[in-house]
Every structure is written in C-alpha cells, then in structure tokens.
C-alpha cells in the first residue's frame, strides 16, 4: 500500500491554518450564572400575569377597575406571563 507524502519545511507551515488550541478555547460570557432576583422576578411575572386572567376570568365584574379596563384585562394578563417568558432568555 502506497504510503501518502508528508510535507516538511516551509510549505508546510505555510499551508497549515494558524490557530493555535489556545485560540480555540471557548470563553464563558456569564461565568456566574443568574442571580436569584432576576429568577424570582420571571416567576413573579409569570404568577402576577396568570393571577390577573383567572381574578378578571372569575371576578371581573365585581371589581370596578377590571370592568373599567375591559378587554385590555387580557393584554396586560397575557402581556406579564409573556415578559416572565421572555426573560427565561437571559437565564443561564
């Protein structure tokens, strides 16, 4: 079997891409990880969003505000439950 040809020298080294194993290591961006106020307020938004639907679902006739808002009940309901699910992006 035919043994394949090995350059040495300068052709060699100049054909060869120059990185190195230390170029090649990755580096971590948040070596810390998230902080426990940033975990608490997603969950925060998430219960205060679900909490919202059900109170305007069950009693949103009964409470002068939520009938005074009226359908926007459900944007700002929705709109917190999708800010908490938002932030799940920045949780490392």
């Known amino acids: ?4 040809k090995v ?3 300068a052709t ?3 054909s060869k891409p120059s990185s190195t194993p230390a ?3 990755p580096v971590k961006l948040n070596a810390t990880g998230t902080p426990r106020w940033y975990i608490a307020l997603m969950i ?3 219960i205060v ?3 919202w639907l059900v109170v ?3 009693a949103g006739p009964s409470i002068p505000f939520m009938v005074a808002l009226g359908p926007w009940n459900y944007l700002i309901g929705f709109g917190l439950f999708i800010i908490g699910l938002l ?3 920045g949780w490392k």
């Open 23 to 25: 170029n090649r290591t």
């Open 12 to 14: 060699a080294a100049s």
């Open 44 to 46: 925060a938004f998430w």
């Open 1 to 4: 079997m035919p043994k394949a």
């Open 87 to 89: 932030m799940t992006m």
């Open 49 to 51: 969003g679900l909490a």
């Open 7 to 9: 350059n040495t020298g």
């Open 56 to 58: 305007n679902y069950i």
